[in-house]
């Protein structure tokens, strides 16, 4: 029996147990294990919390033919990953991913992603596609990956020829394997990677400013070879769903393929960024040099790998041996996160990366951190291979996305930029001066955002706000946070470890009715806010809504129409 299978089936099942609330929608403990395997699947993929992958679940009857997604904006365009998962209990086997899912996701993504053909989906399902119609209406173009989970093996060459005969030649849209040990890699994939890295011909090494680089050049079957070792585990943070079958991956493949042009790869590429720890070599040694790299990682370059090695190990009988790819090695104190930060960013002007890791060294994290731990709670700036369920654990993704919501008062940026939040909003989410972030506030914050999200999971009586449940939790994050200040007559910076005790048990005494309350502002704030078109809530369809609650005015609207009910009652 694979090892690997059994160490993930008791990860399924130790998290069904750990995370109960997360499950007690699946009636037998069969369903409960197979969609637990779902969430450490998407976890590991995305690099993301449990606790974040289980909002990108649909898993259930009429889901569509995919069982997650999540979805991110990108600059102008849309990225978008879907996740199919197959779990077999029986682990003696080892089944190949089903051709007849592949067809099924093949029909699944022509539907989605055009919105004038019809779609029967569950809930949960349709809230996601009615927010993907939403963007793809305002002329978002979408980059989609299509992964098929399992824990047996990959589909054959019929389902390639399913893939292929549907999508190729087509660059928004890629399929990849992942299984048992893709989750294991993944969990693991945070270990210092020491390794050694054969340059050809003459390089340049120098060092200034309390810093070492070396730029050269390496042959490609070099890097594959690297790859092949040590797989994504060399990519720095979160960038697999931006690493599809784009553009960009196409022209490198073409490239390396063409025999004649293949030598001129050096010259199209923009080369591969590298840090370390340190790094050596015989620099007596003229040319050729083995640099030893110790903890290293790629920062820049990550298609460019990815692409590389897929290539050569497809493509055994082509000759690779005279391309080459510019490399530059930084060698550099690891815990200086901030310049770790600026080369990313810097050099990462394609792809954008998740910087969560980069941050955790950084002083205002730390602060946070032991702030946190000195009021009863614990504040994980990296991510576990598994969390156990803890309310009293916030993990830094919840914490920044719950504070932007909430404090900031941004939930559409919260919601649909997930990935520039340790980015683009990191600063602005942490305030300065007197908007500093606090401890208090941060477990406040998330305290709200957790309750919320918790509320749109379940039905009521009153049809109108069932709907609106499907796209309002980050809106009504944020009301609460509003009521709970101007209910206290508080200002946020006066909310601190001195009466944080006391908002806690506020907001628990009365959060059924400021939930209530703030759901009665959206419903006639969305009534109010469509009465152009003549019709109200029942009569708008679900990308219409969606759009809604990406509006900054429809948000803000909210906002105004609260405070006013709130005056009106104090």
Partial sequence: MDFTKQIVDNQARNLVREFPDLFSEYADEKHKISAAFLLLGVSA?????????????????????????????????????????KYTFNLEKNAGFPENALEKAVMTINTIFDPSKGIVLNEKSMSHVNEIHALLNEGRIPRVVFVCLNNGKRWGNKGDAIINRAFSGQSQVSFEYFNCDDIISYGNRKKKINADMRLSGMAIHEDFNYKSVIVGRVAVPEIARLMSEYKESLLQGNIR??????????AIKNTLLDIDDNSNFFFYNNGITIICEKFSANYLQKENWIV????????????????IGNVISENTDCNFSNAYVLVRIYQLDINDAEMIRKITVATNNQNPVDLRDLRANDERQKLLSSGVKELGYTYKTKRDAVTKSDAAIIPSTVGMEAVLTVWREKPFLAKYHKSEIFSTYYDYILGKDNETLNAAQLIIAVTIFRFCDRERKKITSNTSKNILRKYSSHLMAALLGRMLLEENKWTLEKLTHLNFKLAIDYFEKNCQRMYKNAEDVVLD?????????????????GRTLASAFRNAGFCNRCFSVLTQREKEVL
């Fill in 45 to 85: 993929y995305l690099n993301i919390d449990i606790e974040e992958a289980a909002r990108c679940l649909t898993d259930g009857g009429e889901d569509g033919g995919f069982d997650a997604a999540f979805i991110d904006e990108n600059g102008n365009g849309l990225a978008v990953v879907l996740f199919q998962a």
């Fill in 241 to 250: 769903y931006f690493l599809g079958k784009n553009d960009v991956n196409n």
């Fill in 292 to 307: 030893k790299m110790d903890n290293l990682q790629i920062i820049n370059g990550g298609q460019t790998c990815m692409t």
């Fill in 525 to 541: 704030s969305i009534n109010d806010y469509f009465s152009y078109m003549g019709t109200k809530l029942g009569g708008l369809d």
